[in-house]
């Protein structure tokens, strides 16, 4: 047995100490290195001209096919006159704004350049799950890449865009974001875009939000299709308002608020359903109305002229009235 012993001791001592660890370490290294070294050169830096040819700002963008289509943040190129682009190669162009989507902070360019350039590939964001890499890849000085690496927090969360819109199916990492990345490449430890950055917490740590790249490409194939993306109008100007409870309760509702009618724009659907300021909205459709952001969800193209039913409070009266929603402009 001590033979045994000794010959175990023996084994054990020529072992590297923390060889498990490092393992672990470097497979983790590789799935990083291997994915920036796929993708870094898709992402370029991005920088605007403003009135007078004073710079306006700078950010990230990711390029998605060779002729030069690119995605990156809304508020980055937002009221620029000119958009400058530099590839982490050194090479330098203009592009142009095809398209901007406020309510998702996603805008789309295109290149203006005869050369061949890299590519990233899009994910289906769909199948991110909590816990798995991310890798946030960024271009804020033009000539080198910024890589921080952290995991998925969570999917599926909201995030308020910089005009007060409400962006869907957002993906939260703690993966860190420094200044000038806005607009670059959430990436799989596959070297796929899962998302584009889009905002960080200032004086949090580690929360970070970008846009699912299921969202992205959605914004991408309406504006190539359209130049803009279509939505639904309602017409409303509400406010989440408290229910009295003995109308909810006699309404046989188990929700406390509702949303307000403030104001109507002009020939609008709801405008043309007779709503009036001091209605409360509901539900739609059966499903409860808490809030702004309820009757928002709702308004996606696929909802253009379709018509719902709309349930609301007019005073202590409940009513139920159908809207024929048209496109918003």
Same mark, same amino acid.
């Given at each position: 047995?001590?033979?045994?012993?000794?010959?175990?001791?023996?084994?054990?001592?020529?072992?590297?100490?923390?060889?498990?660890?490092?393992?672990?370490?470097?497979?983790?290294?590789?799935?990083?290195?291997?994915?920036?070294?796929?993708?870094?050169?898709?992402?370029?830096?991005?920088?605007?001209?403003?009135?007078?040819?004073?710079?306006?700002?700078?950010?990230?963008?990711?390029?998605?096919?060779?002729?030069?289509?690119?995605?990156?943040?809304?508020?980055?190129?937002?009221?620029?006159?000119?958009?400058?682009?530099?590839?982490?190669?050194?090479?330098?162009?203009?592009?142009?704004?095809?398209?901007?989507?406020?309510?998702?902070?996603?805008?789309?360019?295109?290149?203006?350049?005869?050369?061949?350039?890299?590519?990233?590939?899009?994910?289906?964001?769909?199948?991110?799950?909590?816990?798995?890499?991310?890798?946030?890849?960024?271009?804020?000085?033009?000539?080198?890449?910024?890589?921080?690496?952290?995991? @998925?927090?969570? %999917?599926?969360?909201? $995030? /308020?865009?910089? =005009?007060?819109?409400? &962006?869907?199916?957002? !993906?939260?990492?703690?993966?860190?974001?420094?200044?000038?990345?806005?607009?670059?490449?959430?990436?799989?430890?596959?070297?796929?875009?899962?998302?584009?950055?889009?905002?960080?917490?200032?004086?949090?740590?580690?929360?970070?939000?970008?846009?699912?790249?299921?969202?992205?490409?959605?914004?991408?194939?309406?504006?190539?299709?359209?130049?803009?993306?279509?939505?639904?109008?309602?017409?409303?100007?509400?406010?989440?308002?408290?229910?009295?409870?003995?109308?909810?309760?006699?309404?046989?509702?188990?929700?406390?608020?509702?949303?307000?009618?403030?104001?109507?724009?002009?020939?609008?659907?709801?405008?043309?359903?007779?709503?009036?300021?001091?209605?409360?909205?509901?539900?739609?459709?059966?499903?409860? @109305?808490?809030? %702004?952001?309820?009757? $928002? /969800?709702?308004? =996606?193209?696929?909802? &253009?002229?379709?018509? !719902?039913?709309?349930?609301?409070?007019?005073?202590?009266?409940?009513?139920?009235?159908?809207?024929?929603?048209?496109?918003?402009?």
């Amino acid at each position: 047995m001590r033979d045994i012993a000794f010959l175990s001791d023996s084994q054990s001592s020529t072992r590297k100490p923390g060889a498990p660890d490092r393992d672990l370490l470097d497979h983790y290294s590789e799935a990083v290195m291997g994915a920036v070294e796929a993708v870094s050169p898709a992402v370029a830096h991005v920088g605007t001209i403003g009135e007078g040819g004073v710079p306006q700002g700078s950010g990230s963008g990711v390029i998605i096919s060779p002729d030069g289509l690119m995605l990156t943040n809304n508020h980055v190129v937002a009221g620029a006159r000119e958009v400058r682009i530099t590839l982490a190669d050194g090479r330098r162009f203009l592009a142009r704004t095809l398209g901007r989507d406020p309510d998702t902070d996603i805008a789309v360019l295109r290149g203006e350049t005869t050369d061949h350039l890299p590519t990233a590939m899009l994910a289906d964001s769909k199948s991110v799950r909590p816990g798995q890499i991310a890798i946030a890849i960024g271009n804020p000085l033009g000539f080198q890449s910024s890589v921080s690496a952290g995991i @998925v927090s969570a %999917v599926g969360r909201t $995030l /308020r865009a910089q =005009n007060g819109s409400l &962006i869907f199916d957002v !993906i939260q990492t703690d993966t860190a974001l420094n200044p000038g990345n806005s607009g670059g490449a959430l990436v799989s430890s596959q070297a796929e875009v899962i998302g584009i950055n889009t905002a960080m917490i200032m004086g949090a740590q580690g929360i970070a939000f970008a846009v699912a790249s299921s969202t992205a490409l959605n914004v991408l194939m309406q504006v190539l299709a359209h130049g803009r993306v279509r939505r639904a109008r309602f017409g409303i100007v509400g406010e989440q308002v408290p229910l009295r409870r003995r109308a909810a309760y006699a309404a046989g509702l188990s929700q406390a608020t509702g949303v307000a009618v403030r104001d109507l724009q002009p020939e609008s659907p709801a405008a043309g359903a007779a709503f009036r300021p001091g209605d409360v909205i509901v539900g739609i459709d059966g499903k409860p @109305v808490t809030g %702004v952001d309820d009757i $928002l /969800r709702l308004l =996606n193209r696929d909802a &253009i002229g379709t018509s !719902i039913a709309v349930t609301y409070f007019r005073g202590e009266r409940f009513e139920e009235v159908r809207v024929l929603l048209d496109e918003r402009a």
